[in-house]
């Protein structure tokens, strides 16, 4: 059964421009990318993403790394991969939470690092089970920003407003 998971490449993986390092590596996965987009992480967002991580010390740490303002990057590149497996594979590529506990040819292990406040700053974020995944999926995406049906959606509407090209 093909699965989904959401993958981010945080603040510290922009600002170091691994972007592209770390594409390489998650295409060694054969899993295919099914939304992408740049996201400025609202406190509500990076609240709500590490909602289960809250009464952790380093949470208020947490939620500046998230939302970039330990880097001076306001952004996060936000992806959902699927295929056969996917969550498994991505995890075990961007390997252990802990920096320096993590695989040293994983992503993790290659390009994290432990702050002098203590967060570990990985590079990446990977969904870590299904229901994790679902609930994350539809935290960052709307069902029309992806191009499979992963979730079961409603048409609904309304009056929009919204930007065009001027
Ligand atoms: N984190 C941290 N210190 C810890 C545990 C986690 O700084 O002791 C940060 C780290 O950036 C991690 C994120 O909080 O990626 C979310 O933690 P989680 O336990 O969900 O780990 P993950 O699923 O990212 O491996
Ligand atoms: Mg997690």
Redesign the pocket.
């Known amino acids: 059964m093909k699965e989904p998971t959401l993958v981010l490449i945080k603040p510290d993986g922009l600002v170091k421009s691994l972007t592209g390092n770390i594409l390489t590596r998650l295409s060694e996965t054969k899993l295919e990318i099914v939304a992408a987009k740049m996201v400025s992480v609202s406190d509500e967002l990076a609240r709500e993403h ?1 909602k289960h ?1 809250k009464d952790k010390p ?1 949470y208020d740490e ?1 939620i500046k ?1 998230i939302k970039g303002e330990l880097h001076a990057r306001r952004k996060v590149l936000a992806m959902i991969y699927y295929g056969e497996g996917a969550i498994e594979k991505v995890r075990q590529l961007a390997g252990a ?1 802990n920096p320096e506990e993590a695989d040293s040819i994983s992503i993790r292990g290659q390009y994290g690092r432990i702050t002098t406040s203590g ?2 700053e ?1 590079a990446i ?1 990977a969904s ?1 089970n299904l229901k994790e995944a679902k609930r994350e999926i539809k935290l960052w995406f709307k069902p029309d920003e992806i191009i499979v049906d992963l979730y079961p959606a409603k048409t609904i509407s309304h009056e929009v407003r919204e930007k065009e090209w001027a």
Do not use: C, E, G, M
């Open positions: 590490y991580l380093f947490l790394y939470t967060v570990y990985n974020h870590t």
